[in-house]
């Protein structure tokens, strides 16, 4: 972005990390920042979309602005809306507010909130699009994603032995990874809308899948939907960890699953069965998610489950926790994905490496782009 003034790039760094703030309390809504510099490029407001139906990030840094954004300059993460949903419109809050230019990274993909970029540059406003995109643009993957997809983002987290085992022979894995990885795995959860296992990892591990992080209180941890993937309706008994009240819960059963032990105890939802292999359909689950608003996932395995989301291309982006730990025996990271022959491999591009504790954290994202969804 050629005109951007360095005042300018540094505050919509700083609005890039307000964004993040948002991060798993938005959905079905992205992640915004917004600062607003004065007509002699002083910041005198920020702020941040905080939650789903609540002030968007321009009007927290509008109000925090007060009289001073006359003449000034907003500086926000995404294109600035032209619709009334919940809340106004805020490229009209710009125009009220009389911010004399608007700096955005990345457009609004939706066909119903986009637009906001002509309304300005109509009421007279010098608008630029594009200032740090590619920050901004990984900061709100997740949304961003799920609105190209039509179906949620998913992330799937493994954690291995150095010979790719995520378990030993007897099932046994607990722990494989150090506390720093795991205390990494927390924020993963934390900033997700729904983590997902399948039926034997409950079954093996009676799992929590809250997001714990010590240093913050309940109230500042946004907490995950629990789902799990059991199509028999065997696998979730009553006294469960997953149904502890802590945080929402899931169950997903086949259309003809007896569920009646589970009435009462946790919301289910009953989905087709996978055509042609074990387990229900996965594209069924993600649109079911969906329609509950939503747009991230963390999928926590087992390796049967994360198989199925890979042979669905179901899956956008792979941390894999590899531990200096060898076992010899057990499970490997990933089962069937139908992949017969090396020509099929599903090969991944690695975006981050680094080491927490002991481990190593590999972050990587398919090379071959996700199929359009089918059932
Ligand atoms: N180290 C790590 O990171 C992790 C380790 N683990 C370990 O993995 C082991 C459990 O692995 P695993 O048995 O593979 O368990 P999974 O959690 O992968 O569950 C597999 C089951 O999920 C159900 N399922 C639902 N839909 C599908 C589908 N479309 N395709 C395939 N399966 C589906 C099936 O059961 P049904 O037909 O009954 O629905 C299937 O048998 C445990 O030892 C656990 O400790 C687990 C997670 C992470
Ligand atoms: N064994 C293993 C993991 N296992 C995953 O964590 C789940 C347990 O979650 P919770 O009960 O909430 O603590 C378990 O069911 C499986 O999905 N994760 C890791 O980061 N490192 C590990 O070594």
Redesign the pocket.
């Known amino acids: 972005m050629a005109t951007a003034a360095p005042v300018e790039t540094a505050a919509m760094r700083r609005a890039i990390e307000l964004a993040a703030r948002g991060l798993g309390h938005t959905s079905p809504n992205p992640v915004v920042g917004c600062v607003v510099l004065d007509s002699h490029g002083r910041t005198v407001g920020e702020g941040w979309h905080q939650r789903a139906g609540g002030a968007h990030a321009e009007i927290h840094a509008l109000r925090a602005a007060g009289e001073r954004a006359r003449g000034g300059t907003a500086l926000v993460t995404l294109e600035p809306c032209n619709h009334t949903g919940r809340t106004g419109p805020c490229a009209q809050a710009l125009i009220d507010a009389g911010i004399a230019r608007v700096v955005y990274a990345v457009s609004d993909p939706t066909p119903t909130a986009t637009g906001g970029a002509v309304t300005l540059a109509e009421a007279g406003i010098d608008v630029e699009g594009g200032l740090l995109a590619d920050e901004a643009a990984a900061g709100n993957e997740a949304w961003l994603t799920a609105v190209l997809r039509g179906r949620p983002f998913v992330l799937w987290?493994?954690?291995a032995t150095l010979d790719g085992r995520?378990?030993a022979a007897d099932g046994t894995?607990?722990?494989?990874?150090s506390p720093e990885?795991?205390a990494?795995?927390?924020r993963l959860?934390a900033a997700a809308d729904a983590?997902i296992?399948g039926s034997g990892?409950?079954r093996?591990?009676?799992?929590?899948?809250?997001a714990?992080i010590s240093g913050l209180t309940d109230d500042e941890i946004s907490q995950p939907l629990r789902v799990v993937v059991d199509s028999g309706a065997t696998a979730v008994r009553p006294g469960a960890?997953v149904l502890d009240g802590t945080a929402p819960t899931l169950i997903a059963v086949a259309e003809d699953a007896d569920a009646t032990h589970l009435e009462g105890l946790a919301p289910l939802v009953r989905l087709p069965r996978a055509a042609g292999g074990p387990g229900l359909s996965i594209p069924a689950l993600l649109k079911a998610l969906y329609e509950r608003d939503v747009r991230s996932v963390l999928l926590?395995?087992?390796p049967t489950l994360a198989g199925a989301f890979l042979a669905a291309r179901a899956v956008d982006k792979v941390v894999g926790?590899l531990?200096p730990v060898l076992l010899g025996a057990g499970p490997a990271a990933v089962g069937d994905a139908g992949i017969t022959t090396l020509a099929q491999a599903l090969r991944l591009d690695v975006t981050d490496t680094r080491r927490l504790g002991p481990d190593l954290r590999i972050t990587a994202t398919p090379l071959r782009p996700a199929l359009p969804e089918e059932n």
């Open positions: 987290k493994y954690a995520i378990a894995s607990r722990w494989i990874s990885s795991r990494d795995v927390h959860r983590v296992v990892t409950a093996a591990d009676d799992p929590q899948l809250g714990r960890r926590e395995g087992g926790y531990a």
